[in-house]
């Protein structure tokens, strides 16, 4: 859980998996992050740097589900499939504050720009290529811009900065929040290829909730038939309690 923030119990989780069942990837990340940061405003969570709210989910999901992650990937060459455990504590980098304003200077060209937020990240979302999608990143996230000691319009960088540039930017930027996308390069054990994957956390962790959510409705229907207690009181029970009632049920 992220410090200082009050932990999440049974019954709100259980409220944000029913809501997340109608949501996309985009609004399950922020109804997770919310989870991550209850105490925090919508604005307050769209304006986050990418890497930072990874980190929150990756914060969250080490809180509700230890720190042992089971990553499954099929080799690219071959199609074996590979499983292995990750180090969830590994994960999760935070970018530092005072890495949030970059520059590029590049030919005649220096660039200031700011990481990119999940806002910017959401913005982009609709773009008909990654190129464009990058453009619309570096475009929306740059401060200043100058050419040849000239300010240039934000306005205009989508039709005068060149593709170098562009890059060098996205390259900057990623390697100063290299939360905001974890790829793991994985070598196949029978052809000896490596497999590059990216670990969505969004999608990891709420794979994990739906299963955590699905057997504690079935817990909650066991004792509430066995016992005749309501949902409410059978998910006050901790978690030892609560198995060791459908113990006492299974060998009644």
């Known amino acids: 859980m992220i410090p200082g923030t009050a932990p999440v119990g049974p019954a ?11 949501l996309g990837a985009a609004e399950r990340s922020l109804l997770l992050h919310r989870a991550a940061r209850p105490a925090a405003g919508a604005d307050e969570l769209l304006s986050v740097p990418v890497g930072e709210r990874e980190a929150d989910l990756f914060a969250l999901r080490r809180s509700l589900f230890g720190e042992r992650m089971q990553v499954r990937v099929e080799c ?47 913005a982009a979302g609709g773009a008909a290529s990654p190129a464009e999608a990058r453009r619309l990143l570096v475009t ?65 962790l709420w794979t994990e909730l739906d299963t955590w959510a699905r057997d504690l409705l079935l817990d909650v229907h066991l004792l509430a038939t066995a016992y005749g207690w309501s949902e409410p009181e059978i998910l006050a029970l901790s978690p030892t309690r609560r198995r060791y009632y459908l113990e006492l049920c299974t060998d009644a």
């Open 140 to 204: 929306g996230c740059t401060v200043r811009a100058l050419r040849g000691g000239e300010r240039v319009d934000v306005d205009q960088l989508s039709a005068l900065l060149p593709p170098r540039v562009e890059r060098l930017i996205a390259e900057k930027a990623a390697e100063a929040d290299p939360t905001a996308e974890v790829t793991l390069n994985v070598a196949c054990p029978e052809c000896g290829e490596a497999t590059p994957a990216e670990l969505d956390i969004t999608f990891y």
């Open 12 to 22: 709100e989780l259980l409220a944000a998996w029913e809501t997340g069942l109608a």
């Open 76 to 122: 690219g060459a071959c199609g074996e499939a590979m499983e292995f455990d990750l180090d969830a504590g590994a994960l999760g980098v935070r970018p530092a504050a005072g890495d949030r304003l970059l520059r590029v200077a590049e030919d005649d060209w220096v660039v200031e720009f700011r990481l990119p937020t999940v806002a910017d990240l959401a």
